[in-house]
């Protein structure tokens, strides 16, 4: 006896397929497809050779998975959503190998989203309905639209996520750690403003290095990493952005609009800024000068660094 169920109008030639899992009418699972535990596959899904599927995977009504296409536990893929795995498909013509999408854990594809060879849905990340995803999505990240771009992020699995008052004056600690508000000092006259800061003195380091961030497209993301051992701070000295701060537990969104603004991240703290407008410019002052090897790029990485 199976250990895992197979409508009587289904088509199940795999014999890798996990416990308790459930396999509607109509669907049909070819022969090398590797299905975890616990997982729902609904009515008309076609699950090609090169598959595998994780563990509690749910794979909604009209789905096609094709060689290449990896989904990683606790995964949700929405009704008729399309993945390609051949950015030059001809009739009769294969490529050499098909190219892979990974959808890595705890991610969710809306209904009639389409999904472009060689993607990477990051983990906890949510495609919106009818998204045609380009490039690869940050874990995370909400991204609607075509071309899929970011709007926002979530809040599943973090005990909080808001955008945060701004202080009005001195300094307010964030929920994430470390991290901290910054209200430098304004001097307004006749001839204009004027803010400043001192070193040592209103600033948390004595900076090492500085550059600026600018024209950057409203659509577009900038940082996406930790440090290992730098500290930063951020002052949005025209226009404004977003930056969104990640400690593995706590998730927390700031948004930078004055130049008396700054935003010091300390260490071992996930980074990412969003939501420029126009004319932003973005100023860091850091700690150090650049080190290639200070940066944590991956946040599967970031997240069993900060773990220990």
Same mark, same amino acid.
């Given at each position: 006896m199976?250990?895992?169920f197979?409508h009587?109008?289904?088509i199940v030639?795999s014999?890798?397929?996990?416990?308790?899992? @459930?396999v509607?009418a109509f669907?049909?699972? %070819?022969?090398g497809?590797v299905?975890?535990?616990?997982?729902?596959?609904?009515d $008309?899904?076609f699950i090609e050779?090169?598959?595998?599927?994780?563990?509690?995977?749910?794979?909604?009504?009209g789905?096609?998975?094709?060689?290449?296409?990896?989904?990683e +536990?606790?995964?949700?893929?929405?009704?008729n959503?399309?993945?390609t795995?051949?950015?030059?498909?001809?009739?009769?013509?294969?490529p050499?190998?098909?190219s892979?999408?990974?959808?890595?854990?705890g991610a969710?594809?809306?209904?009639?989203?389409?999904?472009?060879?060689?993607?990477t849905?990051g983990?906890n990340?949510?495609?919106?309905?009818g998204?045609?995803?380009?490039?690869?999505?940050?874990?995370?990240?909400?991204?609607?639209g075509?071309?899929?771009?970011?709007?926002?992020y979530?809040?599943?699995?973090f005990?909080?996520?808001?955008?945060?008052a701004?202080?009005?004056?001195?300094?307010?600690?964030?929920?994430v750690k470390?991290?901290?508000?910054?209200?430098?000092?304004?001097?307004t006259?006749?001839?204009?403003? &004027?803010?400043?800061?001192?070193?040592?003195?209103?600033?948390?380091?004595?900076? @090492?290095?500085?550059?600026?961030?600018?024209d950057?497209?409203s659509?577009?993301?900038r940082?996406e990493?930790? $440090?290992?051992? &730098? $500290?930063?701070?951020l002052?949005?000295v025209k226009?404004?952005?977003s930056?969104? %701060?990640?400690?593995g537990?706590?998730?927390a969104e700031? @948004?930078?609009?004055?130049?008396?603004l700054?935003? $010091?991240?300390?260490?071992?703290?996930w980074?990412t800024?969003?939501?420029f407008?126009?004319?932003?410019? &973005?100023?860091v002052?850091?700690?150090?000068?650049?080190?290639?090897?200070?940066?944590?790029?991956?946040? +599967?990485?970031y &997240?069993?660094?900060?773990?220990?």
């Amino acid at each position: 006896m199976a250990d895992f169920f197979a409508h009587p109008n289904s088509i199940v030639e795999s014999k890798q397929i996990g416990k308790a899992t @459930r396999v509607w009418a109509f669907a049909h699972v %070819l022969p090398g497809a590797v299905i975890g535990d616990d997982c729902n596959i609904c009515d $008309h899904v076609f699950i090609e050779n090169d598959v595998v599927v994780g563990n509690r995977v749910t794979v909604k009504c009209g789905v096609q998975l094709w060689d290449g296409i990896r989904l990683e +536990d606790d995964v949700f893929v929405g009704p008729n959503a399309t993945f390609t795995n051949d950015p030059f498909p001809r009739s009769k013509k294969y490529p050499k190998e098909f190219s892979k999408i990974v959808v890595q854990r705890g991610a969710s594809i809306g209904a009639n989203a389409t999904i472009l060879p060689g993607i990477t849905i990051g983990q906890n990340a949510m495609v919106g309905a009818g998204a045609v995803v380009t490039r690869n999505v940050p874990p995370n990240s909400i991204v609607m639209g075509n071309p899929a771009r970011i709007v926002n992020y979530v809040t599943e699995n973090f005990e909080t996520e808001e955008t945060l008052a701004q202080p009005e004056s001195g300094s307010q600690d964030l929920p994430v750690k470390g991290a901290t508000l910054i209200r430098l000092p304004e001097i307004t006259d006749l001839r204009g403003s &004027l803010t400043f800061a001192e070193f040592p003195g209103l600033l948390p380091f004595e900076p @090492r290095r500085i550059f600026m961030i600018y024209d950057v497209p409203s659509k577009d993301v900038r940082g996406e990493h930790a $440090h290992k051992e &730098l $500290h930063q701070l951020l002052i949005c000295v025209k226009g404004a952005c977003s930056v969104v %701060l990640d400690d593995g537990n706590v998730r927390a969104e700031v @948004r930078l609009d004055s130049p008396t603004l700054g935003l $010091h991240i300390p260490p071992k703290v996930w980074a990412t800024q969003y939501k420029f407008t126009s004319d932003a410019a &973005l100023l860091v002052f850091a700690s150090d000068v650049y080190k290639a090897e200070d940066y944590i790029r991956n946040y +599967d990485e970031y &997240l069993k660094s900060v773990s220990k």
